[in-house]
């Protein structure tokens, strides 16, 4: 398996995972059967790290339908350069960073990243019109 493929399975593989620790507060907060349930979506969670974690599993999803098209496309191309693997295993560490950092709720070095996601996103897609 290609270095980008190895490193777009470990990143769908740990967007799949985000949700696990929101949802278990979400039971602790109102029990496991009303979690089961399919709560309220526009009902937040109590915790504020929980409701973070929340809009960082999103924020991942979102940039995932980005990132692994790009990566796919590179597979179907027979695109692949020490760069295009550089940048799938920043893209990797930098969204691990932002899930956490924005659970955490610290502002400035969630947004650095973030940029780091997209500058790996951008370094693919520039690769891949024979720009890089």
């Known amino acids: 398996m290609k270095t980008e493929l ?8 740990m ?6 620790l929101y949802i278990i507060n979400r039971m602790q907060e ?3 059967w009303t979690a089961l349930q399919n ?3 526009d009902e937040p969670p109590k915790a504020q790290w929980a409701h973070r974690m929340m809009h ?8 995932l339908v980005i990132f692994a098209p790009l990566v796919l496309t590179l597979s179907a191309t027979g695109t692949s ?3 295009t693997a550089s940048a799938t295993i920043l893209y990797f560490f930098a969204r691990a960073a932002h899930f956490v950092i924005y659970t955490l709720g610290i502002p400035f070095f969630r947004t650095v990243a973030f940029a780091a996601g997209v500058v790996a996103q951008l370094t693919i897609a520039l690769t891949l019109l ?3």
């Open 6 to 13: 190895f490193w777009l399975t470990l990143t769908i593989t």
């Open 15 to 20: 967007t799949a995972l985000f949700w696990v």
């Open 30 to 32: 109102i029990g496991v």
């Open 39 to 41: 709560p309220k979506p």
């Open 56 to 63: 960082a599993h999103t924020n991942a999803v979102e940039n």
């Open 81 to 83: 350069t020490s760069l």
């Open 130 to 132: 024979r720009v890089l």
